[in-house]
């Protein structure tokens, strides 16, 4: 039981990236799925999350991302992508993905908490933004 994520690398202030999170040994059809990052020196932040586990999907982003990520899933392959528009220098960090099963009441106040998510980590992809 896994989360695999891959697609981060170096690119300049505006480009994009597409990173993904691959599970393995569950479906992520059961599970609302975040993204979390780290930059150097800080604390781990909320970046998005889909929850569509009980039939409807539910998108949340950060204020700081809203309108250039975009958060996708595709339950045939088991994987989610993070689409990354417009990247900015402060957009560099580690990003990591989490599932969780949360229930769907308490998604929309709790999916932006890290601690909410307790064993099924990524194990992180590094988001350079520069010039």
């Known amino acids: 039981v896994q989360l695999q994520a891959s697609g981060g690398g170096s690119v300049q202030p505006g480009g994009t990236l597409r990173l993904s999170c691959t599970a393995s040994g569950f479906s992520l059809g059961d599970y609302a799925v975040a993204w979390f990052r780290r930059a150097p020196g800080k604390e781990r932040e909320a970046v998005s999350c889909?929850?569509?586990?009980?039939?409807?999907?539910?998108?949340f982003y950060a204020d700081s991302v809203k309108g250039r990520f975009t958060f996708s899933k595709d339950n045939a392959k088991n994987t989610v992508y993070l689409q990354m528009n417009n990247l900015k220098s402060e957009d560099t960090a580690v990003y990591y993905c989490?599932?969780?099963?949360?229930?769907?009441?308490?998604?929309?106040?709790?999916?932006?908490?890290?601690?909410?998510?307790?064993?099924?980590w990524g194990q992180g992809t590094l988001v350079t933004v520069s010039s």
């Open positions: 989490a599932a969780e099963r949360i229930p769907d009441t308490f998604v929309q106040s709790t999916w932006n908490n890290p601690r909410v998510y307790t064993d099924l």
């Open positions: 889909i929850d569509d586990s009980d039939g409807y999907s539910q998108y």
